[in-house]
């Protein structure tokens, strides 16, 4: 079935766990929402299951559905759509949030743990007014962004590419050279405040 924008999707099973499949496209990148499903239990999601936030206490896990697909020990969400080609752009707005990270990560990756520390995730990740990229617990400094208001991300699947896009003024602050080998997703997690997703955007023209 084509939806708008010319983009075929399809449903595809990984394990136990259904995601949507975004075609590549020339300009136009994915468009998604935060997984409920994947949702770890600190985190509420809302406006349409487009926006995140995190509670100190959150709910009671015993009043959270059993599931497998759910994070169990991180404050940590996946989108619901996955990505196997072409060029990708979203942003993010981040609300009274000190400490967050944003990228991609398998579809599969192990629910046990937290994106950035496993090397089936590639983040960006922001604390103590500093930005790191992270990889399979290895943090690297990342100059030239400050206190971000809104952030976007350049994926380039074929490229294996993750860029930090600075949005003020629409060019790449740092590039992560990455090692996809299957389906990937949006990544989330965030221990203060909100974080609002903004998909289904064109990629500028000059990224």
Not at 139 to 144: H, R
């Amino acid at each position: 079935m084509a939806l708008p924008f010319s983009r075929s999707w399809r449903f595809c099973r990984w394990g136990t766990k259904r995601f949507a499949v975004a075609a590549g496209e020339a300009r136009r990148g994915i468009s998604f929402k935060l997984e409920e499903k994947t949702a770890h239990s600190s985190l509420a999601l809302f406006r349409g299951d487009t926006c995140v936030k995190y509670g100190l206490v959150g709910l009671e896990p015993t009043k959270v559905a059993l599931n497998v697909e759910r994070f169990r020990e991180w404050a940590v969400v996946l989108a619901d759509t996955a990505v196997t080609s072409g060029r990708h752009y979203w942003e993010v707005t981040v609300k009274r949030s000190q400490q967050f990270r944003i990228g991609v990560a398998d579809v599969d990756m192990s629910r046990d743990t937290c994106i950035g520390i496993d090397d089936r995730s590639w983040v960006f990740s922001y604390a103590q007014r500093k930005w790191h990229t992270m990889l399979a617990n290895e943090k690297a400094p990342i100059e030239g962004i400050g206190q971000p208001e809104k952030v976007g991300l350049l994926l380039e699947y074929e490229a294996k590419k993750l860029s930090l896009v600075d949005v003020s003024q629409v060019s790449v602050v740092h590039t992560l050279q990455t090692n996809f080998q299957g389906p990937v997703v949006p990544a989330f997690a965030l221990w203060d405040g909100e974080l609002l997703t903004h998909s289904g955007l064109e990629v500028p023209e000059h990224l």
